[in-house]
């Protein structure tokens, strides 16, 4: 049967010809496989990787083609073709090095420049786990709960809230939470232990056939390590009575398979008045296991649990008045706890040198429960407007893909396909809205059932290689099944509605020089919306689509600069709301984003490195009169760029800024959300495997509001609401002092 599908594929493309071709293994210094590294025919453009016994076969290969192999961390190794190689085996080491720009090659990849924000990862390494999204040139992110709630994201001119229109994954475990308690697509990236991560792998816009929902602003897909280098003992201290401890540990290590454990602890009061008690610890362990010939399999445990007190948003006309100081609250029984415990296996089948089978099952056990007030006494002046939402979830998912490559046409020519299928089926019990006091007095359920969403998936896709041309064409399938029980009613009240996704996606790369590529790029995506609104409306309208296109270019003038530039536009269908903090269901209609997209990477020195990016984004309803139609909290101009230096002396270390403009807050921009500029700063001094360190966030001690919301509230003295910005400050100048060990 695979014959005759290989066959077909082969008869749609061209017929098959002989050709040249080089093959080999790659390993490092003690011989041990790489899988990953890239393999670069620098005068066809052509390319492939390693796989999981650090095979390569790279096809249409002449004498005198100059080929790059190159990963991150390693130096690039240059080969030239010879008539001894031509249709031979050949073995490549690579020599260890200090990350560097010129590692990577600008490949006809469809989300090629990953690869190289991936220097910016590995040149300054991040506080934390949710800080690594910051890395994504153009997205920016807020906290608003004390450091233990998901923090809101914003890209592309979307407030993405908790992750609505941003599918996130880590080594294939999805993030996003469906129909959540607190709102839908919440991506809580607590439970990732920042040391642990290795790599991040984006993409902007719904043009990806394996990304499905919430892929329409874009995804992120985070890579954890596979193995330890070395063992690690890091601890910090610092202001606000902050202590954090990681611990990472070998287990084991053989020929063929490694383990090991890591663990992180994190105390602090933080900077409000009223102390935030938050503590957070994160296990994680981890089995790989590589035969180094045709299998590649990781086992994958980890557990985190949180708990905080917050201070929520606080109305800018409390401290005007002095009640409360910039840093004080209004209910400061705000808070919280989860927990979130996972099992993830992935396995690699390598069937032959040109198709592989890849495989993952998953299995989450995630509890929430979360206490805020946002709009005081409001709705109740006597015991104030505290809400509590709470929920019980398992998640159980699995997916299942073949990939293959040949060879077809004339010289110059590579087809690739991948084609997969998957689900994932979230149980979510108990699932509730209820007016609370003090975080023990049950007042009244506003809303309290069961819901259970099944997501069935397939997808193909398909990428043909031509001289200078590479397009990319895929298609998915979605169906999804939503089923909520409401615990209210006082009979039993079960709906039920299913509902079909088909989305295509194309796009084109031209890359007329090996420096310069220039894409095109066009999908269809969605976000589904929770099974509350689901079934509330009917199974209408509640899977709104996502249309987008790119139009950009990415140029390596030279081997340590890179340049990207990108013209987009993105319109999303109307969609139901399902509004957590209040229960009820609310309509918004048809959007329309345009934007330009401008980032620089520049290896000054071989210890010096620069990157920059800048965003702008026209947002706005179509449904909307003029001067109406602003979509609130949607940044139209954002900016970041960092300064990093390693190895002189000793020391290392890195600046880096964050600004975002001015922006409305509500639809006719009455009211306008500050905008902020904050610099952080980090200095590193290493003696042997000894590292000490100095970490400060808002070098410069700027007064910025982290999170803002319009929203309209009433103080304990008040007779009438007002409505105004609420917002969370966000953190002062913050000193915080490191010592880690490796060994």
């Known amino acids: 049967m695979k014959k005759h599908i290989t066959l077909i594929v082969l008869l749609a493309f061209g017929l098959v010809v002989h050709a040249h071709d080089l093959s080999g293994t790659v390993t490092n210094e003690k011989q041990i496989a790489l899988e990953g590294v890239g393999v670069y025919n620098k005068t066809t453009g052509g390319y492939t990787y390693t796989n999981v016994s650090g095979y390569f076969e790279l096809d249409d290969i002449s004498v005198g083609d100059v080929i790059y192999f190159y990963s991150l961390g390693y130096k690039n190794h240059q080969l030239t073709i010879s008539e001894q190689l031509l249709d ?72 993405i809230d908790h992750g609505t229109d941003l599918a ?140 905080w007190d917050a201070s929520g948003q606080v109305p800018q006309r409390a401290i005007d008045a002095g009640l409360i100081g910039r840093f004080g609250a209004i209910d400061d029984t705000e808070g919280g706890n989860t927990s979130r415990s996972n099992i993830l296996l992935n396995h690699t089948k390598q069937l032959d040198e040109h198709s592989r089978v890849k495989s993952k099952a998953y299995l989450t056990k995630y509890d929430f429960e979360l206490f805020s007030n946002f709009t005081f006494f409001l709705e109740d002046p006597v015991n104030g407007d505290q809400i509590r939402q709470f929920e019980d979830r398992t998640i159980i998912g699995a997916e299942t893909s073949y990939v293959h490559s040949v060879h077809v046409g004339d010289h110059d020519s590579q087809l690739k396909y991948e084609s997969g299928i998957g689900f994932r089926y979230d149980d979510v019990n108990d699932v509730q809205l209820s007016r609370t006091k003090n975080r023990q007095t049950l007042l009244e359920r506003l809303a309290y059932g069961d819901v259970d969403e099944l997501n069935a998936y397939g997808f193909f896709d398909v990428t043909y290689k031509k001289n200078k041309w590479t397009l990319n064409t895929g298609l998915r399938l979605d169906y999804f099944k939503f ?48 099974t509350r609104v689901v079934t509330a409306n009917n199974g209408k309208e509640i899977l709104p689509l996502a249309y987008g296109a790119d139009l950009g270019a990415i140029y390596k003038p030279m081997d340590k600069l890179v340049i990207n530039a990108a013209l987009w536009t993105l319109f999303l269908e109307q969609e139901f709301v399902y509004v957590g903090d209040a229960g009820i269901v609310e309509p918004s209609g048809e959007t329309k984003r345009l934007g330009v997209d401008f980032g620089l990477r520049y290896q000054i020195t071989d210890w010096l490195y620069a990157n920059g990016d800048v965003n702008y984004t026209y947002a706005r309803s179509t449904e909307d009169p003029d001067g109406q139609d602003l979509i609130p909290l949607a940044p139209d101009l954002t900016s970041s760029a960092g300064l990093s230096f390693i190895d002189i002396k000793n020391f290392s270390g890195g600046i880096n800024y964050k600004y975002v403009k001015d922006r409305p807050a509500n639809e006719d921009n009455s009211i306008v959300a500050e905008g902020y500029f904050v610099t952080d700063l980090n200095l590193n001094y290493s003696i042997k495997n000894w590292t000490l360190g100095v970490i400060i966030e808002n070098l410069f001690d700027t007064k910025w509001n982290e999170t803002q919301f319009a929203t309209e509230s009433r103080l304990f003295n008040e007779t009438t609401p007002v409505e105004e910005i609420h917002f969370t400050p966000g953190i002062p100048f913050y000193l915080r002092g490191k010592i880690a060990v490796n060994f």
């Open 88 to 159: 031979g085996k050949t073995n490549i080491t690579l020599i260890e090095s200090a990350v560097s720009l010129d590692q990577v090659v600008l490949v006809s990849k469809v989300n090629a420049l990953s690869n190289f924000v991936n220097v910016d990862v590995k040149a300054s390494p991040v506080k934390s786990s949710q800080e690594i999204l910051r890395k994504v040139p153009g997205l920016i992110i807020g906290q608003h709960a004390g450091g233990g709630k998901a923090e809101q994201i914003f890209l592309r001119g979307f407030d």
């Open 168 to 307: 996130i994954n880590v080594d294939g475990l999805p993030v996003n939470m469906v129909s959540h308690a607190h709102g839908q697509g919440y991506s809580d990236m607590h439970f990732i232990i920042p040391e642990t991560i290795d790599n991040i792998d984006f993409g902007k816009g719904p043009y990806y056939a394996n990304k499905g929902n919430f892929n329409t602003a874009g995804y992120i897909d985070l890579k954890t390590k596979r193995k330890l280098d070395n063992n690690l003992i890091s601890a910090e201290i610092g202001q606000f009575n902050t202590l954090r401890t990681v611990g990472m540990f070998k287990v084991a290590e053989s020929d063929f398979s490694n383990a090991y454990l890591a663990s992180e602890l994190v105390l602090t009061d933080g900077p409000f008045d009223s102390s935030q008690n938050f503590n957070r610890l994160n296990i994680m362990g981890r089995y790989t296991f590589n035969n180094r010939k045709d299998q590649d399999l990781s086992i994958t445990l980890s557990h985190f649990q949180s708990k």
């Open 483 to 530: 089923d909520y029980v409401n615990n209210l009613t006082k009979t039993y009240d079960s709906k039920s509605e299913n509902k079909l996704f088909l989305g295509p996606k194309f796009n084109v790369i031209y890359a007329p020089t090996s420096n310069l590529q220039l894409f095109a790029k066009s999908g269809i995506g969605y976000h589904s919306n929770d």
